[in-house]
Each structure stands twice: as structure tokens, then as C-alpha cells.
T-cell receptor, first 115, second 113 residues
């Protein structure tokens, strides 16, 4: 596709359930980020994949959060045993990282609501 | 680790007023600096960026930002705002080409017509 695609666009779940959020970056982009956006907290960094390097997981808030990127393309963010404080918009972004082009292209996000 | 601080959480201006949004970062080495904007109902998009060279960078829609290394600042400016500038603005930093990009908490700008 022409842009970063995220699914689902909305997810409502019950506290304690696991959820999976998907990100399909722009073809050929080697860098992929997950951020969490919530009111008053801005864009909170979660995890960063760059090519074949080990991902930077320093932003994951707890061990309930994990992410993987298969084949250098699609990424899945998994939240286990969801809590109400996990409710937020989860944004994915990708960039080409060529010629110091740090321009991030963002998806439209997944609105997660934990009841 | 680098971090970004945006001082103004919510700014309200009238059309034609001048704008300056503050951004400070904490990192002792070479940095790349960015401003992103999120218009209502739209994706985040790049407004401007600084990598090296002239510390005064110009972006889209008449925005500019000045990198002042001694102050660890990268403030965003626009001489005369328009109603269409109503949006949320995010300052961001990374410490090198292969480093993650960290964002500030954002500033909500509301322009009165």
C-alpha cells in the first residue's frame, strides 16, 4: 500500500484479555516504531526495529508488552492480560533511513479500549 | 538517554498573532531535531527537521525553528498564525541515524478566528 496500515482501527477488550495489534509499514522501509498516544502523555516511545539489528525495547512499560517484526516487514504488538491503563491509541510509524531521511510516516493508529 | 520537554501544553492565539512553542532536549552529544504536527483527524506529519548546518530551519506552511545548542533548545516559530494552524505540535529528538526518535508530550494550539 501507499502508506502505513494498522489494524484493527478500534479494539474493545475486557480487562485480563490479550490483544494483538498489527502494523504493515511502507514497503522497503527498514525502520519501524511503535508509540502510544494518550491524553496528557503525548507520544510515548515503546519499541523500535531497525533492519536486522536487535530491537530497542527500552520503552515497553512492562513485560506484558511485546512486539515482533517478521521478515523485516509486518509487525505485531501484543499486550497480555490487558489493564485499564493500557487504553490509548497505539501508533506505528516507519521510515526509510536512507540519506539521513528521518521522516517518519505514521499510520492512523489503533484505538484500544480496555473495559 | 535523550529526552524532550515541551513547556506549553495548551496555547490559544488569535489569527495573525505570532507563535513560539518551546522545546528543550537533554542529551550531551550530537542530535537530530524535529517538529511534527497532527491536524484534527489526520496522521502525524513532519513539519521540519534539523540535522546539521544552518541552525535556522524552515519548514512547510511558513513555520521555522531555531536550534540553539548552548540552550539545548529547538523552538518553533511562525510570524502570523492562521485558523488552519489549529493542531497538536510535537517536538522530537534522536541521537544519531540509527537511534530511536523520542517525542515530547505535545502542545495543543488553538487559533481563534
Amino acid at each position: 500500500g501507499a502508506g502505513v496500515s494498522q489494524s484493527p482501527s478500534n479494539k474493545v477488550t475486557e480487562k485480563g484479555k490479550d490483544v494483538e495489534l498489527r502494523c504493515d509499514p511502507i514497503s522497503g522501509h527498514t525502520a519501524l516504531y511503535w508509540y502510544r498516544q494518550s491524553l496528557g502523555q503525548g507520544l510515548e516511545f515503546l519499541i523500535y526495529f531497525q533492519g536486522n539489528s536487535a530491537p530497542d525495547k527500552s520503552g515497553l512499560p512492562s513485560d506484558r508488552f511485546s512486539a515482533e517484526r517478521t521478515g523485516g516487514s509486518v509487525s505485531t504488538l501484543t499486550i497480555q492480560r490487558t489493564q485499564q491503563e493500557d487504553s490509548a491509541v497505539y501508533l506505528c510509524a516507519s521510515s526509510s533511513r536512507q540519506g539521513f531521511n528521518e521522516k517518519l510516516f505514521f499510520g492512523s493508529g489503533t484505538q484500544l479500549s480496555v473495559l | 538517554a535523550q529526552s524532550v520537554s515541551q513547556h506549553n501544553h495548551h496555547v490559544i492565539l488569535s489569527e495573525a498573532a505570532s507563535l513560539e512553542l518551546g522545546c528543550n532536549y537533554s542529551y550531551g552529544g550530537t542530535v537530530n531535531l524535529f517538529w511534527y504536527v497532527q491536524y484534527p483527524g489526520q496522521h502525524l506529519q513532519l513539519l521540519l527537521k534539523y540535522f546539521s548546518g544552518d541552525p535556522l530551519v524552515k519548514g512547510i506552511k511558513g513555520f521555522e525553528a531555531e536550534f540553539i545548542k548552548s540552550k539545548f533548545s529547538f523552538n518553533l516559530r511562525k510570524p502570523s498564525v492562521q485558523w488552519s494552524d489549529t493542531a497538536e505540535y510535537f517536538c522530537a529528538v534522536n541521537a544519531g541515524r540509527d537511534d530511536k526518535i523520542i517525542f515530547g508530550k505535545g502542545t495543543r494550539l488553538h487559533i481563534l478566528p
